[in-house]
Each structure stands twice: as structure tokens, then as C-alpha cells.
């Protein structure tokens, strides 16, 4: 295992993250407390630091579970947890992302984690009723508290966390150093506008649903249905199949899984980009983390970043056209290179600005 920072912070984070969604038989599906605990152990044994749930994941047993089995050793792990959504159906001050309902969910995550502090509290979705002055302030207050460490976002738009960053910096509140993404081969959309937000706002992406809800995985090929959630992907039917045909030739080529060439492609991507592991059984997630030794060439790389480039759309289609280039950057723009971000060229493999 190796370690990246969490975005503009200066905490150390391994480099894939533990989910659990998984934690507990509450919903129907899902890994009983016991094997759940044996799971944490043997990321935890991997190197692993950086275990992630949620107030509402398997109505709070997930968060129970972590706690019992962090006990004696909670500090040595970054724990995070969310807020947001609803936890007392009938009472509607028990949802939203306003002072109330982050006092009171947090406070209960905090007894259910048997611990005095989060590392990390996510606000779990855009709650537009909640201003975002009364947001960030709130979030800050628990900073300077001592119950929260850092902050960070889950499932917003781009603008909205560049608001709210830009807020909270003008303010001298805490800002966000991380955002929570639906991110994988088949769902690249985000980098149209949330992973270059990302990157200009020093944020750490952590990287849910990384194999496409089972589908990366290659067992739905040929006709097997799988479990479409949260909308699905961005590329359905048989283009992406086309791409996961593509994942188990280079899992086939290379003698790995094709989860693991799905997740170490996330981990390459540029900027900060931290899968989020989720496993059912220790076998499962010991696959996974087997993704560690894998390293994917750059002629891997860009075959897997051909066959799966999104459609970006307006404005990049437009900005990326030659005449476009030339006028806003002039007549010797090929003759201009930014180094003042390591992951950024000036052009892409077409001599184009990027």
C-alpha cells in the first residue's frame, strides 16, 4: 500500500479506501458484522488507513460495526462518515444539510463510532434549501469543536463546491478537501467539469462505484442483466460492453482480474483519485486489493482512455477546435507549455491545447 495526502490537507491516506456500504444484513444483502470486521482487518493488514461509511448505511450498523472493531486502535485509522439523508422518517429536521440535522446525526454517528471525533464528515448530497453560508459555518464549527477534522462533499455539481470552497475561504471557515464521485471506466462524465474542479481546487477524488456496480467485472457480458443503480452508467448496451471487453483482454494479457485493471486505471487517472473498495466477503475484497501490484503501461493507458472517452460536450467540443485555439491563444500557442501543474500538458496527442 502506498499513501497519497487528502487533497489540501496534510493528513496521509492509502491510496484505496475502504466502503461500507456493504456492512451488515440490514437491507436484505450485504456482509454479516463478523465478516465485516474480518474485511476491515484485512485491509488493515494490506496497509490500509482510510475506512469510509455513512450515517444511513445498513440504518447505522455499518457505523457500529467500525466502531466495535476499532476499539483499541481508532486512532491509527482516518475514519470517515456523511450526513444528509433522512434518518427518522416522519420527522423532516432528521434530513437535510442544515446546523440541526448535521448536529444531531453527527452527534449519533459519534456514539455509534465510539469515538469523539470523524477525520473526515461528508455532506452526503446538495440539500438547495440549506444557504450554504449556514452550511460551511456549521461544518466549521464542528472543526474548531474538535469533532471534525476536515470536510469534505459527496455528489455535488461543480459549480456548487467551488462556491461553497470559495465561500469558506473568504470567510476563513474550513473548506472542503475532497469530493465523493461516481467514477469508473464506464461513468466519465465527472471529467467534464468535476474532476478539472477538483484538481484547480486541490481536492482529493474518492472514487465510488469504481467497477460499475459489478459490471467491470466482465459477468454480465453476453446477455447477463446487472443491477442498474443511482442512473446507471454513462455507457449502456454495446458500447459498453465494447468497453469491458477491452478491461478482461488487458486482465487476460496482463494475469490479473479485470477489477483489478479497472481499479488500478482509476488510480492512474490525473490529480488525486482514490478508489473506493467495496466487498461482500474477504475473498472479494482480497481480489481487489490485489489491484496493488498491478501497474498498467501507457500504452494500456491510452487504449482504455480511447475506448472509454466520454463525450465531453459545450464548451470543450468547441475549445478544442483549431480555429478556436489559434484565436485565443495566438498564432505560436504550440510553442507554449504550462508546467504549473504536473498532470497538465498543453496538448493532447493531437498537438491540441488541453
Known amino acids: 500500500m502506498r499513501y497519497t495526502l487528502l487533497g489540501r490537507s496534510g493528513i496521509r491516506v492509502s491510496e484505496f479506501a475502504l466502503g461500507s456500504m ?38 447505522g450498523t455499518s457505523e457500529s460495526i467500525i466502531g466495535r472493531a476499532l476499539r483499541g486502535r481508532r486512532d491509527r485509522f482516518v475514519l470517515a462518515t456523511k450526513y444528509t439523508a433522512q434518518t427518522a422518517p416522519g420527522d423532516l429536521n432528521t434530513a437535510g444539510n442544515h446546523r440541526k440535522n448535521l448536529v444531531t446525526s453527527l452527534e449519533a454517528s459519534l456514539r455509534r463510532l465510539e469515538t469523539d471525533y470523524v477525520d ?13 453560508p449556514e452550511l460551511m459555518r456549521a461544518l466549521d464549527d464542528q472543526v474548531r469543536a474538535g469533532k471534525v477534522l476536515h470536510v469534505g462533499v459527496s455528489d455535488w455539481s461543480a459549480w456548487e463546491i ?8 473568504l470567510r476563513g471557515w474550513s473548506p472542503f478537501v475532497g469530493v465523493q464521485l ?16 477538483a484538481q484547480a481546487h486541490d481536492l482529493a477524488v474518492v472514487a465510488w462505484g469504481p ?22 452508467w454513462d455507457f449502456s448496451g454495446e458500447r459498453g460492453d465494447h468497453v469491458v471487453r477491452e478491461v478482461v483482454a488487458v486482465a487476460e494479457a496482463g494475469g490479473w482480474t479485470p477489477a483489478q485493471v479497472a481499479l488500478a486505471w482509476l488510480r492512474a487517472r490525473p490529480g488525486t483519485v482514490i478508489p473506493l473498495l467495496g466487498a461482500t466477503s474477504e475473498q472479494q475484497l ?27 460536450g459545450f464548451p470543450h467540443d468547441v475549445m478544442a477546435e483549431e480555429d478556436m485555439i489559434g484565436l485565443v491563444y495566438g498564432d505560436q500557442w504550440r510553442q507554449v507549455a504550462d508546467r504549473r501543474r504536473a498532470s497538465r500538458r498543453p496538448v493532447n496527442d493531437d498537438h491540441r491545447l488541453v
Not at 452526503?124 to 444557504?131: F, G, N, S, Y
Request: negative net charge; charged residues 25%.
Open 182 to 197: 461516481r467514477y469508473n471506466l464506464l461513468a466519465r462524465s465527472v471529467e467534464s467539469e468535476l474532476t478539472p474542479m
Open 286 to 312: 482480497a481480489a481487489n486489493l490485489g489491484a496493488l501490484e498491478v501497474t498498467l503501461d501507457d500504452e494500456v493507458l491510452r487504449g482504455l482512455d480511447e475506448i472509454s472517452a466520454p463525450e465531453l
Open 162 to 169: 467551488a462556491q461553497a470552497n470559495t465561500l469558506a475561504e
Open 22 to 59: 456493504t456492512f451488515g444484513e440490514d437491507w436484505g444483502w450485504g456482509a454479516p458484522a463478523e465478516t465485516s470486521s474480518r474485511m476491515l482487518d484485512l485491509y488493515a493488514d494490506a496497509g490500509g488507513n482510510f475506512i469510509d461509511t455513512a450515517n444511513v448505511y445498513t440504518g
Open 211 to 232: 467497477l460499475a456496480e459489478g459490471r467491470l467485472t466482465g459477468k454480465y457480458l453476453d446477455g447477463a442483466q446487472g443491477r442498474l443503480t443511482r442512473g446507471g
Open 120 to 132: 473526515v464528515l461528508w455532506v452526503h448530497a446538495r440539500d438547495t434549501l440549506t444557504p450554504l
